[in-house]
């Protein structure tokens, strides 16, 4: 598309030679105002590539517009060439001051002019393409976050922006929540791989609502295994307790799944440490004895039950009811007691 050239000059005459030499350089797109207030809404009602302006005119003179376009944001970029009789250092001072890109005086040089144009033109060229660039950047940017979000928990993306690097560290008072769909396996080899995916990617999403609706981070999914957080990133006032509601709702959302064997949940609460995994693919992950603790929790529960540690229900313990099943043998753990979760008090 053809630049929009706006002359602006009180005197047609003037405006006539001006649209004249541009047109002989070339430039047909052409707008024309006879004062400042003119010249202010046509920038307003329409992009413009290059403003010739006048100094002395009537209702807003050229140092008027020129201030005008400063106090806009949308004007302050349009390149200026101020074509004058007014031949003054203090003049072109000024209006170099009030943002304008050059100066030329009445009689000017059309040569000169026409090289001064295309100078002001190529730089509104490049201002237009510099627009589009940074927009491209900041909608790749946004993408990319948002693909880092959907990965890494947004509180890790956040840390991560502030610094290259995140050191794991250690973390007291964490519940961790193992779940996971009973008789997954038998059903995934006696269905086809997208039905089974687009019933276990449903089930996920459900879990992933759940979790944060309880106030827990999720950590991370392998296959119909799903493993979350309550205290790790963000303070909560009853970790536990929310852990627990987290289960319960887990179970019932989970007695939908096609394998028809419902979902199972092992808590357990206490130092946790955390960092992220990995140089070409980032994983924030949560390891330790309390994590190790949990999963095998979850794997001795019976189908559609929550089963927390002796140390978890400690917290939980004037919050719910719920039935020992005695010291358990857990695998690489001396026996500990579980209790089984049945409703949570009001």
Known sequence: MDPL?????????????????????????????????????????????????????????????????????????????????????????????????DYLTKPFNPVLMKARVDKCIEQSRLRAQEIVYQQNLEAEKRRSDGILATVLPRDIVRALKRSEKLPPRLYDDVTVLFCDVVGFTAYSEQHPPEVVFSQLEALVEQFEAIAQKHGLEKIKTVGDAFMATCGLLSAHDEPVRAAVACGLDLIAAGRAFGAGGGVRVGIDHGPVAAGIMGKTQFQFDVWGDTVNTAARIEGVARPSTVCVSGRAWMHLRNHADAKSLGLIDLKGKQKIEILECLALKA
């Open 5 to 101: 050239i706006l002359v602006v000059d009180d005197n047609e005459d003037n405006r006539f030679t001006l649209s004249m030499r541009l047109e002989t350089s070339g430039y047909f797109n052409l707008a024309l105002a006879a004062n400042g207030r003119e010249a202010l809404d046509v920038m307003r009602s329409q992009p413009v590539d290059l403003v010739l302006l006048d100094i002395m005119m009537p209702e807003l003179d050229g140092y008027g517009v020129l201030e005008a376009m400063q106090s806009d944001v949308k004007l302050r970029a349009i390149p200026v060439l101020v074509i004058s009789a007014v031949d003054d250092i203090g003049s072109v001072v000024k209006c170099i001051g009030l943002g304008a890109t």
